[in-house]
Structures are given as structure tokens and as C-alpha cells.
């Protein structure tokens, strides 16, 4: 059974580790998302993008399944804006947003993303100009339906759904993920939710349908290897609900959800 974990950090130091950890309890395959927090130019942004390519490739050679996901972290833009403007970090950021679209069009990645808005108490300036960067990416991932993950504060069914307005309005109809989301899988008014796999996540999760993921955000930080959630969780999860009898064929059919929703068959 393929074994999936949607969100996955990993720097060229932590590559080994991770490998290690992650397929000796029986992970196969991952969606690997940049780190950008360093990044404070379209140049900055255009390397990470490469570095992570770059790892997704050593990976796939040391038999690991990826999926790729690149794009600029809201609080980029936040720290951007301090240092050069709202102007000009609107500019920037929607250049690293144009060059990732370019990347995933040419089949160097995926999916877009983890982008958004800031997930703590910030001006209400900046979340406005961060919604209007979230409508740009919508407009431009719309007709080519490219997956975006978004990076949000925590969302209620509420804002969920208004999340998935916003995408509408600007022509995106799916294809939308909240990542590190509550466990909410129905009246997500579409929204895929990739949830934190948490023991109480797991047990509730509507295993044997799809439209969820599981991930930990592992941060690829092997000297704080515990920091979100373990690299080894997603397979410890699945292995602890085939122990409490949760049918193999049930868990498989929503493990393999993102062979679809990523397009790998």
C-alpha cells in the first residue's frame, strides 16, 4: 500500500535522516513544499524553487515517490513589506508566484504553494493585500487548475467556505488544500483539508472515501526531529489503525487520493 504524507520539509542535510525514519515504518511517497523563509527576492525565490527540485530528485533516485510543491510563504511577504513597501512586495511576491506557475507548467513541480496569508494576528492591512494575492494565484492556477496549498490562520467550516468563494470568484473551482487544517471533512464546501496526523485526526478521518490528506509538516530540521510532528507519523498512523481493524482496503483507497488529486495517473 502506498503510504502518503502531504507535507514535507526537508533540507539537503536532512535528506538521509528523513529517508531513514520515514520508509523503515513503511512511507512511500511525499509532497515536499520549498522553505522560503530566507527569501527576499524574485532571485532568492528562483533558488529555493531549484534547491527543492534539486532534492526532490535525489530523493526520487533513493526510491522515494514526490510530489513537488514551490511557491513564496505568506510571512515573506510580511517581512518584504517592512522592508520595501507594500508596492513592491506585492510585485515581488506575484513574480515568485508567475516563476513557480512556470516551473510546475514545464514539469519541474506540482503544485503551488504553501501560500496565503499569515496565520497570526496581523494588520488588517496586510491580510487585505494578502487576500489579493491569494486571488491572484487563484486567477492564475484557474485555467490549468494547478493545486494550490494554502497557509492560512486556522479555519472553521465557516472559513473554509469562504476560502472556496474567493477561489470561485476568481475562476478556480478545485484544487484547493488547506494545509495543517482541522479535522473537517465534510461541509468544507469542497476545500481539501490536509490534516496533522494526530492520533484523534486519524480515528476520525472518513477512511475508504478521498478529498483529505494526512501529513506532519516535518520541518526537516533532523537535530529537532520532533518539532510539529515526527517524519515516521503518516505510516505509524496508518499501521496503528490496521492494528485496531480498519479494513487495508478502506485506508488504501484514501491513501491513494493524491494520485489523483496531484495528476500522477
Keep these: 500500500m502506498k503510504i502518503f504524507d502531504n507535507h514535507v520539509h526537508l533540507k539537503e542535510s536532512s535528506i538521509d535522516y528523513f529517508l531513514r525514519t520515514f520508509t523503515r515504518a513503511g512511507g512511500t511517497s511525499i509532497n515536499l513544499v520549498n522553505l ?3 527569501c527576499r527576492s524574485l532571485e532568492d525565490f528562483a533558488r529555493k524553487y531549484e534547491e527543492t527540485i534539486s532534492i526532490s530528485r535525489i530523493l526520487r533516485e533513493k526510491g522515494l515517490e514526490v510530489v513537488v510543491s ?3 510563504y505568506p510571512v515573506n511577504y510580511l517581512e518584504m513589506r517592512e522592508k520595501v513597501g507594500s508596492e513592491r512586495a506585492v510585485e515581488i ?3 515568485a ?3 513557480a506557475i512556470r516551473l510546475i507548467v514545464e514539469g519541474k513541480a506540482n503544485a503551488v504553494g504553501e501560500v496565503g496569508r499569515p496565520h497570526f494576528e496581523t494588520q488588517r492591512e496586510v491580510v487585505d493585500e494578502s487576500n489579493g494575492i491569494m486571488e491572484y494565484i487563484f486567477q492564475n492556477t484557474a485555467d490549468r487548475d494547478i493545486p494550490v496549498i494554502l497557509h492560512t490562520e486556522s479555519l472553521d467550516s465557516i472559513g473554509m467556505c469562504e476560502i472556496v468563494k474567493m477561489a470561485k470568484r476568481n475562476g478556480k473551482n478545485s484544487h484547493v488544500v488547506k494545509h495543517f487544517s482541522s479535522p473537517i471533512f465534510s ?3 469542497g476545500i481539501v ?8 485526526n486519524v480515528r476520525a478521518a472518513p477512511w475508504g472515501s478521498t478529498g483529505f490528506f494526512l501529513e506532519t509538516d516535518f520541518a526537516g530540521d533532523e537535530s529537532n526531529p520532533n518539532f510539529v510532528l515526527p517524519a515516521d507519523s503518516v505510516p505509524k498512523r496508518v499501521s496503528m489503525l490496521l492494528q485496531e481493524g480498519i479494513a487495508e482496503e ?9 494520485k489523483e488529486f496531484y495528476r500522477l495517473v
Design 36 to 38: 522560503t523563509e530566507d
Design 70 to 72: 514551490i511557491g513564496p
Design 193 to 200: 483539508p490536509s490534516v496533522p496526523a494526530w492520533r484523534k
Design 250 to 258: 478502506r485506508l488504501e483507497r484514501s491513501m491513494d487520493f493524491y
Design 97 to 99: 508566484i508567475d516563476l
Design 93 to 95: 511576491y506575484r513574480k
Design 187 to 189: 461541509e468544507n464546501c
